[in-house]
């Protein structure tokens, strides 16, 4: 049996805070990974747009011989995942699965809550989606969702600014903006892989006693159940412990941003799609 990598994609960065903690859980297996940074962000584009940039992504990582893709990317999981289940798949390969990084986050995050009141902080593009009300609902039903678009929160990141006091003046609007709408949210879900590099400040900003969640561990630690239930799936991963990285924009540039993002230096290489 032919063994080849997991596929990891993101439209730019905020997929290596999953792919790190993935990496941790498990270590033994391979990975690629790509960034879509030439087309960054997706999460003002439109719905048709960010479908057509992640099948055309999906479909290269397919092509590399991965019998895995996961969605590192909320947006993408959001407008494109359950589009590409239905219809593309099928043609791509029967055989092949994608997964995306919101059902993972939505099956627990019930578990958190004491008062039934669970915010979201996410971009544009999955706010207007609505994927996590809609999600949470099939397992939570009785939990009440609220969410707070933060259009300018991944141009922070992806800018480096997100030490700066520009970030400290959005963050705190945003998760103001989130909180006013009711005093029994106790527990807050980061819906986007770049906030959190944003932690340390999103903390200032919150209640004590407000849980955040990133979605990085619970990635992973969904990944290896998967795996677990899934053995044939598993049989087709390969296991070096190797990592190759991909940028459809500049390797010197993804290679300095992502360091960041993966907490240790990396080393890409330019994809044209």
């Not at 992502?258 to 994809?271: C, D, I, M, Q, R």
Request: charged residues 20%; hydrophobic residues 35%.
């Amino acid at each position: 049996m032919k063994q080849q990598p997991i596929g990891i994609f993101d439209s730019g960065y905020g997929g290596l805070t999953v792919l790190k903690e993935i990496e941790a859980r498990l270590p033994q297996y391979d990975y690629i990974y790509l960034g879509d940074n030439a087309r960054s962000p997706y999460g003002t584009r439109s719905f048709e747009t960010v479908y057509e940039y992640t099948l055309e992504c999906v479909k290269w990582l397919f092509e590399q011989d991965c019998p895995l893709v996961i969605l590192a990317c909320n947006t993408a999981s959001a407008k494109a995942l359950r589009t590409i289940q239905q219809n593309d798949l099928s043609q791509i390969g029967e055989e092949k699965r994608i997964l995306g990084v919101i059902r993972p986050t939505t099956e627990i995050i019930g578990k958190f809550t004491k008062t039934g009141e669970v915010g979201i902080l996410a971009t544009t593009g999955t706010v207007l989606s609505n994927s996590y009300p809609i999600e949470i609902k099939k397992f939570y039903p009785e939990v009440r969702v609220l969410q707070e678009a933060c259009p300018m929160w991944v141009p922070l990141v992806e800018n480096n600014e997100y030490n700066s006091p520009g970030a400290d003046h959005f963050i705190r609007k945003n998760i103001n903006n989130l909180l006013s709408r009711s005093g029994g949210i106790d527990t807050i879900l980061l819906a986007c892989t770049h906030y959190p590099l944003l932690i340390e400040k999103i903390r200032k900003n919150v209640p004590a006693g407000v849980t955040i969640l990133s979605q990085g561990e619970i990635v992973a630690n969904s990944l290896v159940t998967y795996l677990e239930k899934h053995p044939g799936i598993e049989a087709k991963c390969s296991k070096n412990g190797k990592i190759s990285l991909y940028t459809t924009d500049s390797p010197m540039d993804f290679d300095d941003h992502a360091a960041v993002f993966y907490g240790k230096p990396v080393k890409s290489v330019h994809l044209s799609l």
